[in-house]
C-alpha cells in the first residue's frame, strides 16, 4: 500500500530532525503539519518548509493519519500522555528517539487507540538524503509488525536500509554503536584539548588523525542535552565505557613500560580475531582515504 500523500503530523517539528524529516515527507507529497515548543523556530521553521504550523500538540494530530514523534527523550512521556487520549483507532503514532524500550513502552501504556512503531534513524540532520542510511524498526507484537513492512517499503524505495529489533536489543546495541563511540570523540576531544596540542586537520599530516579530528568536530557540533540523554539512558553504555577505561590502562601500561613484544602480540591477537568477525576489513584503509579526500 502507497503511502504516499497522506496526512502527517510532525510534533517537534522545529528541531533539527523535525525539520530534516519534514523536509523529506514534502518531497513525496505528504501533508505536512507541524507543531513545537518553540514558538520562535515554529514559526522560522513554517516559512522556510512553507507548511502549516499548528498551535498545539492536539491541534496538530486532529485529522492527520500518520503522527511522527519528533521530540527530546526527557519530555516524551509529557508529550504521549497530551496527545493519547486524542488519537484515533486509523491513526499512526511512530516515534523516533533514539532509545527505545522506554517509549516505546509509554506509547503501549498511553494510547489506548491507534497503531504505533518505534523506529529510530541512525543518521543526524546533517545527512544530505536518506540514501544509503540505516533505519531501526522496533515493532513489538503482529499488527506493529504488519505497519513495519509498510513503512520499510517507503524507506527502501527511498534508498535506506532498514533493520528490525526489539526495543530491548535496539537500547543494547546502541549502547555501544552511539553511546561508546560518542564518549570515545569526547575523551579524545578533551585529552587533544587540555594537552594544548590540537592541531588543525588541513595542516595535520596524518589521515587517522583527519578521520578522529572530523569525528570529535561531528560529535561537539551536536546538542550537548541530546548527548547527555543518550548517556543517561542507554542500559549499557556504562559497562563499555567501564570496559573502555581498562583496556585504555592497559595498553598505555604496555607503552609506558616499553614492552614491544606484548604490544605487537596484542595488536596482531585483535587483527586475528577482528577477521574472524568482519572479513572485510582489510579493506579499511583504503576506505579511510576515500573518506580523508573527501573532506
Not at 488519537?87 to 513502552?105: C, F, G, L, N
Not at 572530523?214 to 543517561?232: F, G, H
Amino acid at each position: 500500500m502507497n503511502i504516499r500523500g497522506k496526512r502527517i503530523a510532525v510534533i517537534g517539528g522545529a528541531g533539527k530532525m523535525g525539520r530534516w524529516l519534514s523536509g523529506l515527507l514534502l518531497e513525496d507529497d505528504f501533508k505536512v503539519i507541524i507543531a513545537d515548543t518553540d514558538e520562535k523556530s515554529l514559526a522560522d521553521t513554517g516559512r522556510r518548509l512553507a507548511v502549516v504550523i499548528a498551535a498545539s500538540n492536539t491541534d496538530a494530530i486532529r485529522g492527520a493519519d500518520y503522527i511522527l514523534l519528533s521530540v527530546p527523550i526527557e519530555g516524551f512521556e509529557e508529550v504521549v500522555k497530551e496527545i493519547g487520549p486524542r488519537v484515533r483507532a486509523d491513526q499512526v503514532v511512530i516515534d523516533i528517539t533514539s532509545t527505545k524500550e522506554r517509549p516505546v513502552d509509554l506509547m503501549h501504556r498511553h494510547f489506548r487507540e491507534g497503531r504505533i512503531l518505534g523506529a529510530h534513524p541512525l543518521f543526524g540532520p546533517g545527512a544530505a538524503s536518506i540514501t544509503n542510511k540505516n533505519v531501526v524498526l522496533t515493532p513489538t507484537n503482529d499488527e506493529e509488525m504488519a505497519l513495519a513492512d509498510k513503512i520499510t517499503a517507503y524507506l527502501e524505495s527511498k534508498g535506506a536500509r532498514v533493520s528490525r529489533m526489539t526495543p530491548q536489543e535496539h537500547d543494547e546495541t546502541m549502547s555501544l554503536v552511539l553511546g561508546l563511540s560518542h564518549f570515545i570523540a569526547l575523551v579524545a576531544a578533551d585529552t587533544l584539548l587540555s594537552s594544548g596540542e590540537i592541531r588543525p586537520m588541513e595542516t595535520s599530516g596524518s589521515s587517522t588523525y583527519k578521520v578522529l579530528l572530523t569525528l570529535i568536530e561531528s560529535v561537539l557540533s551536536e546538542d550537548p542535552e541530546l548527548y547527555a540523554s543518550l548517556q543517561m539512558n542507554f542500559p549499557r553504555v556504562t559497562d563499555y565505557e567501564n570496559l573502555f577505561r581498562e583496556k585504555t590502562g592497559e595498553w598505555a601500561d604496555l607503552v609506558a613500560g616499553k614492552d614491544r613484544r606484548e604490544f605487537v602480540e596484542r595488536m596482531k591477537a585483535l587483527k586475528s580475531r577482528l577477521e574472524k568477525v568482519a572479513p572485510d576489513f582489510v579493506n579499511s584503509y583504503e576506505k579511510m582515504y576515500r573518506i580523508v579526500e573527501g573532506l
